[in-house]
């Protein structure tokens, strides 16, 4: 591990920049635990139901020792661990408390990047706001965290590619410090999915290449793995080493949010070109529904199906004019359709994602669905199928349903593809996601 690399910092300097990585405890089940006091010390399961094609959103750490983990059937877990106590749980309860804890970052410094609901990159470094060791910060968050009765792992380096790294080392509520000038160090040893950004069709990709480890990957040209990988090769060379130097964006800049995006699992196959087509305009509402609320409009849109556990495939195509308007990039994704899938083939999940944005005409965003055999050359759609006034119209209708949804309830006001799905959709929490940052939370 390299000197240091564990220490609670107790009188130790430092020097430059300092970047934290705040991870929630198994957030969603500490949460209920903490609501349910007789749950505490037992396995929690937040997640679907088996018989609806459930999977797993978090798993205490109590059902964890089962093997129970996220993303894992239903079913699945239900076999490993069938004591636990199952709850589909209550992500307004999460959202109230996540806030919370942002609040308590804030409170130590205005630099605080949210990248999930449990996650955030903070900035520390001595000078900036203050004078106080970071180490000594990161300790008084975390003790405040505590006392809202939940838990977190704090990782503090000197990038966020390290502070990520380091903050999964000790969970839970443990502190990883990597101090300036050992980053290489501690990264050298470790394989390179440990980085964020690189999945399970990239891993593979490197180890054919002979490259198994960080270490390994730090030694590559950038131009022959630019080659290999496009822009993102030399980013992973970059990281791999220690040197990424990219800043920590409060989430209201401009800049910060790469992606929105939305996937639904379903009870379920679907089999039918309608009924796809009515799964794809389903999740292209909630991400257009999302960029409006953050004012964003994107110019390219990625679709996503899973077919099973094992096998997943996207794909990608420009959006001319950039929009935020669902009746325009779900257009363009059911249109997808017909690249990535046979008539009668099952289909369990449909992820719509957009991105783009202020200009930005390509993204290495697809690491968020992690498959890479999609394909992305298409030429760029130009879509006109509304204008006028009757555009203007479909405009403000699709505004007045994001108000009362917001107001009253995503279930206030139901479509009629909605009610087509009513019955295949999954009781998971759905997996909504903004790409806050270049390493999308995990």
Not at 77 to 105: K, N
Not at 283 to 305: C, D
Not at 355 to 378: H, I, M, Y
Not at 428 to 434: L, P, Q
Request: charged share 25%; hydrophobic share 35%.
């Amino acid at each position: 591990m390299g000197r240091e690399h564990d220490t609670r910092g107790d009188g130790i300097p430092w020097e430059g920049r300092a970047i934290a990585l705040l991870d929630l405890d198994a957030f969603f089940a500490s949460v209920e635990q903490l609501d349910h006091p007789a749950w505490r010390g037992r396995p929690v399961i937040v997640g679907g139901s088996a018989d609806k094609r459930g999977v797993v959103s978090t798993a205490s750490y109590e059902a964890r020792r089962y093997g129970v983990h996220s993303a894992m059937p239903s079913y699945q877990a239900q076999r490993l661990c069938p004591d636990a106590i199952w709850t589909r749980g209550h992500f307004r309860r999460y959202h109230e408390l996540s806030q919370q804890v942002m609040s308590l970052v804030t409170d130590e410094t205005p630099l605080v990047q949210r990248v999930s609901i449990d996650e955030a990159f903070f900035d520390v470094s001595p000078g900036r706001f203050s004078r106080e060791s970071p180490i000594a910060i990161c300790r008084r968050i975390q003790e405040r965290v505590s006392g809202l009765g939940i838990t977190c792992s704090i990782g503090l380096s000197t990038s966020k590619t390290v502070a990520k790294i380091a903050s999964e080392r000790q969970k839970p509520r443990g502190m990883t410090i990597v101090l300036p000038g050992t980053e290489a160090e501690f990264l050298s040893t470790l394989p390179t999915r440990s980085m964020s950004g690189i999945g399970k069709a990239t891993a593979s990709k490197l180890e054919s290449m002979g490259i198994h480890t960080l270490g390994q990957l730090a030694t590559q040209d950038p131009v022959m793995m630019r080659r290999a990988f496009g822009s993102f090769g030399p980013t992973m060379v970059l990281r791999a080493a220690g040197l990424e130097t990219s800043a920590v964006t409060p989430a209201d800049a401009p800049d910060d949010v790469k992606s929105v995006s939305s996937e639904r699992t379903f009870a379920r196959d679907l089999t039918g070109r309608d009924e796809l087509e009515a799964a794809v305009r389903h999740v292209s509402e909630l991400v257009g529904a999302r960029l409006r609320r953050r004012g964003l409009k994107g110019s390219q849109v990625t679709l996503k199906l899973k077919f099973d556990y094992e096998h997943t495939r996207t794909i990608q195509r420009p959006l001319v004019p950039e929009t935020d308007d669902e009746r325009d990039f779900g257009r363009v994704a059911k249109e997808l359709l017909s690249d990535l899938w046979s008539e009668g083939t099952p289909v369990r999940l449909v992820g719509v994602m957009v991105s783009g944005f202020g200009g930005e005409r390509s993204s290495t965003q697809l690491a968020l669905f992690d498959v890479g055999d999609g394909q992305p050359n298409q030429p760029p759609v130009s879509r006109g199928w509304d204008s006028g006034r009757d555009k203007d119209a479909k405009r403000r209708l699709s505004e007045a349903t994001d108000s009362i949804r917001s107001r009253f309830g995503a279930g206030a006001l139901t479509l009629g593809y909605d009610l087509r799905l009513k019955d295949t959709l999954s009781d998971t929490i759905s997996n909504n996601h903004d790409g806050m940052s270049e390493m999308p939370g995990s």
